[in-house]
């Protein structure tokens, strides 16, 4: 049954009475929103799939997930590992949506451009969270944040744009890798400093950072300006920081470099700092 599409699979037992409920046993299904008539009629058979089948078989979740919209129904998995890329989660009230506090396996997790309305991303167990912005969005109405409650996060990557603010109800104490990749349009200077200022009080507690070559320029643009450098934070437990250098980028000299992350790294103890040339 395990080589079939979930949707087959069930029309496949009720066929017979024998089988009809041996579909709720699965433990692992494939599901393709293409092999429904819409987007409707797929949400509504996979909300009568999670509510019906057995729940004491746990799960092993595989492929691309990024049209589930009820996610409060993942509850049996051993571990999950979710993509979502251009879903829009909306909320009733006032609040951002809070769409990951009850998967309760849920440890590694990708969310590309899902901030239109902002984001509350609150979860005890994961571990590992990337956020991409592929558009720059310079404008008022998707200056939306982004809120973290994330407390064993230990690998946080970004890349693409510099457009949320973010911040963190927690302090982030088992932060160990960070991978900043991100770049931005030199409009509105002083947001993109409260944007960058606000990433990096978030990143605090990270012992090792790996900068791209696109944000080591932005980064000595937007760090020119004296108010962003007042407010950048200590990065107390950094013990390495990497500088990775494409072959395009406009900064190539070792002491601009250092003049960079120096102004980065100010209030922080000495770190250990490495640049990675990339022909």
Not at 76 to 96: E, K, M, P, Q, W
Not at 193 to 206: E, F, I, Q, R, T
Not at 210 to 235: A, D, K, M, Q
Request: aromatic content about 10%.
């Amino acid at each position: 049954m395990g080589f079939f599409r979930t949707k087959r699979v069930v029309q496949t037992c009720v066929l017979s009475k024998r089988w009809e409920h041996l579909w709720k046993k699965l433990t692992s299904f494939k599901l393709d929103s293409s092999n429904f008539l819409n987007v409707e009629q797929f949400r509504e058979f996979l909300s009568l799939f999670l509510s019906n089948r057995d729940g004491s078989m746990s799960l092993e979740n595989e492929g691309n997930t990024s049209k589930i919209s009820r996610l409060s129904c993942i509850k049996n998995l051993a571990s999950c590992i979710l993509h979502l890329a251009c879903v829009i989660f909306r909320t009733s009230g006032r609040d951002y949506p809070e769409p990951f506090s009850t998967c309760k396996m849920l440890n590694t997790l990708v969310v590309e451009d899902c901030f239109v309305t902002g984001l509350y991303i609150c979860n005890s167990m994961l571990t590992s969270l990337t956020i991409v912005s592929v558009n720059s969005h310079d404008n008022a109405a998707y200056y939306h944040k982004i809120v973290l409650c994330t407390p064993r996060l230990s690998s946080l990557n970004t890349k693409g744009f510099l457009v949320h603010e973010i911040s963190s109800n927690c302090k982030l104490l088992y932060l160990e890798e960070v991978n900043f990749d991100v770049t931005c349009s030199f409009r509105d200077f002083s947001r993109k400093g409260l944007v960058l200022v606000s990433w990096m009080k978030v990143l605090a507690n990270v012992t090792t950072m790996t900068l791209s070559s696109y944000t080591i320029e932005i980064l000595n643009v937007l760090l020119f300006h004296h108010s962003t450098r007042t407010n950048l934070p200590c990065f107390a437990r950094l013990n390495l920081l990497k500088v990775n250098l494409g072959p395009l980028s406009r900064i190539t000299s070792n002491k601009n470099v250092f003049r960079i992350v120096g102004h980065l790294h100010q209030y922080s103890p000495p770190t250990r700092i490495d640049i990675i040339r990339h022909a």
